[in-house]
């Protein structure tokens, strides 16, 4: 009879001890939903979406671009890559040899492709000397710059594809 005793009063204690554990994982996934719903950012691997929806204008801008040409919203003829990446950013540092492909193929060559370098840290120049051979590059010390403001893709990494009319 004690056997009996020890094994349901060991068998209640491991239930309530599996119920406690059981309330306290569903607590902290109610808050996790919540903090999900609030549109908490959703860390590196995810970037937020981009602010700009499709079909909206480009607003005006004139920026020099590195190699000293100047980049006006004339400019942007046609269909236009663009990308915005910042020197030390993981994500940025990761997308690069993805848009360096994509902008060697892009119809019209050099000219078709925007790449927007956001930063004024040394790593700055390293990444305009490996997107110069594919792309117009431009510089903006940080974002919201001349470049940054009108456009509305300030985020990084950023790549889009424009069309005008």
């Known amino acids: 009879?004690?056997?009996?005793?020890?094994?349901?009063?060991?068998?209640?204690?491991?239930?309530?001890?599996?119920?406690v554990l059981l309330l306290a994982v569903i607590r902290r996934l109610g808050e996790?939903?919540?903090?999900?719903?609030?549109?908490?950012?959703?860390g590196p691997a995810e970037p937020a979406p981009l602010d700009v929806a499709p079909g909206t204008r480009v607003g005006?801008?004139?920026?020099?671009?590195?190699?000293?040409g100047l980049v006006t919203r004339d400019d942007l003829t046609g269909t236009t890559l663009i990308g915005f990446l910042a020197p030390g950013c993981p994500?940025?540092?990761d997308s690069v040899p993805g848009f360096l492909e994509r902008a060697q193929a892009a119809p019209g060559g050099r000219d078709q492709v925007l790449a927007v370098v956001?930063?004024?840290s040394a790593g700055v120049g390293e990444?305009?000397?490996?997107?110069?051979?594919?792309?117009r590059v431009l510089t903006e010390?940080?974002?919201?710059?001349?470049?940054?403001?009108?456009?509305?893709?300030?985020?990084?990494?950023r790549t889009a594809c424009c069309a005008t009319t």
Do not use: I, K, Q
Request: with cysteine; aromatic share 6%.
């Open 127 to 135: 990444l305009c000397e490996r997107l110069a051979p594919v792309a």
């Open 32 to 42: 996790h939903t919540r903090l999900l719903a609030d549109g908490r950012p959703r």
């Open 1 to 19: 009879m004690s056997y009996a005793t020890a094994a349901v009063t060991t068998v209640g204690a491991l239930c309530l001890v599996n119920m």
């Open 118 to 120: 956001l930063g004024a």
């Open 91 to 93: 994500l940025c540092e």
């Open 141 to 157: 010390s940080e974002e919201g710059d001349r470049w940054c403001a009108p456009s509305g893709w300030a985020r990084c990494p």
């Open 60 to 68: 005006e801008f004139a920026v020099t671009a590195a190699d000293g």
